[in-house]
């Protein structure tokens, strides 16, 4: 099985390729399941954010899983193949982990550190579990990537490096308009983003919030949180007039506001500076808009050479410590788990074996309970001494690069058959030792 990371981002394709191909809605579980129904692809799970998609796959073949996928995001997205393929990148096996886990860790971000990334991430995993499209080792990757996420926020500073993206974008607001406080806003699109840019505003001291929004009672819930009005999409022109700062984050496939839209609301403000910050993927305003007199606009691709400025070396440096040390734990606990079975397999046929000379040996010699007990004993013990140091330095040494040379060889020397390892389906600790070795099993033959 080989485990691939392929997506598009910020640093891979323009922010107009980007937008097209955005999933939504459910487009997404059509992916997902499309992909686990194909040929090659045995588990999958989306991430999609305002500057990336990308699927996590399992794959029976890396060839067939890349083709897979890639065609899959053309058809989902619109985009043809031969113009989506120049900005895709493929990430295998260890690369995957590499990507992911900076990833989770803000490190890929349009603005270092920023924190929402590793809800987005969280939320895909729970897509992909409700979907059932979340095969096991693609899971124990995606939970080990919001640990890690996790991790690097608690252990590090990180988040001082880059706030999330709408932090980043009123930062660069308050700059154009000199201060936010007491400045009228208007804000479009009452989801998680036009929410927390809400609360970040009122925190700020703003003046009166207004909220619009395709669904009047989203409009209604957020503008009372935030202590402002709700309007309809149709009143836009007017309340952009009346506002200093445009804050638009909606989920549209298309355009909420055009160009002509704006300029109508220009030509009623009296020369009043107008700041608008486009957080939507894909953009909801036209970005011809700046070419307005008094227009200043912040999108995606504005937030994008912000990227370097706000890092904080000493930060990144140490988060990325972090994750060279996961992918590090992550690749050697997966080699000491593929080995688990080989040695399951050989301590289940140490235990058929004596089984069977005991049983020889009690129907020869007449013992009574007591010896019978302590014969059985006696060679339990044995068996669990000579197998203890070889299984435990397998699992040592299956850490290593090229570990599951070592699980080959346990079974050529004891004359193990493949079928046997194959057979073991219990989980690989199940049954372990406190020092990693599985316990042989009780031995038939009287007194157990």
């Known amino acids: 099985m080989t485990l691939l990371a392929i997506g598009l981002n910020h640093r891979t394709a323009p922010v107009a390729v980007l937008e097209r191909a955005a999933l939504v809605g459910d487009d997404r579980a059509k992916v997902l399941h499309d992909l686990v129904n194909g040929e090659h692809v045995t588990s999958a799970a989306l991430l999609a954010t305002c500057n990336r998609v990308e699927l996590y796959v399992e794959s029976t073949t890396f060839h067939g899983g890349v083709v897979e996928v890639s065609e899959q995001l053309a058809r989902a997205s619109g985009v043809p193949f031969e113009e989506l393929r120049e900005h895709l990148y493929v990430h295998h096996e260890a690369a995957v982990l590499q990507h992911l886990f900076s990833v989770a860790c803000g490190l890929d971000s349009v603005v270092v550190g920023e924190a929402q990334v590793l809800g987005q991430l969280r939320d895909s995993v729970g897509e992909a579990q409700q979907e059932g499209t979340l095969g096991r080792t693609l899971g124990e990757v995606l939970t080990t990537a919001l640990r890690v996420g996790k991790r690097a926020r608690t252990d590090t500073a990180i988040d001082r490096a880059g706030a999330s993206v709408v932090s980043v974008g009123l930062q660069l607001a308050t700059e154009a308009l000199g201060t936010l406080e007491g400045r009228s806003v208007l804000v479009v699109g009452a989801g998680s983003t036009g929410a927390l840019a809400g609360a970040s505003l009122r925190r700020a001291g703003v003046g ?220 690989p600790d199940e049954g372990l030792t406190a020092d990693g070795v599985p316990n042989l099993p009780r031995l038939a033959g009287g007194g157990a």
């Open 208 to 427: 009166p919030i207004t909220v619009a929004n395709r669904t009047a009672e989203r409009a209604a819930r957020l503008a009372e949180n935030l202590g402002g009005r709700a309007v309809g999409l149709h009143d836009l022109v007017d309340e952009i007039a009346a506002a200093d700062l445009l804050v638009s984050s909606t989920a549209a496939t298309g355009l909420v506001l055009g160009l002509d839209d704006v300029a109508a609301a220009v030509e009623r403000r009296g020369g009043r500076p107008l700041v608008v910050l486009d957080l939507a993927l894909p953009r909801d305003i036209d970005p011809a808009v700046r070419t307005l007199p008094g227009v200043t606009l912040v999108d995606l691709e504005t937030l994008s050479a912000t990227r370097a400025t706000v890092a904080v070396e000493a930060d990144v440096a140490a988060v990325r410590g972090i994750v060279a040390e996961e992918v590090t734990a992550f690749i050697e606990a997966q080699r000491a788990t593929q080995v688990a079975p080989t040695v399951v397999a050989l301590r289940t046929q140490a235990a058929g074996i004596v089984a069977d000379e005991l049983g020889r040996l009690l129907g020869r010699v007449d013992l009574d309970d007591r010896s019978r007990l302590e014969v059985e004993n006696t060679v339990r013990r044995v068996a669990d001494k000579l197998l203890h140091a070889p299984t435990v330095r397998v699992k040592e040494l299956a850490r290593r690069s090229g570990g599951d040379s070592y699980a080959a060889a346990l079974r050529e020397l004891f004359d193990l058959p493949r079928e046997a390892v194959d057979s073991v389906s219990a989980t």
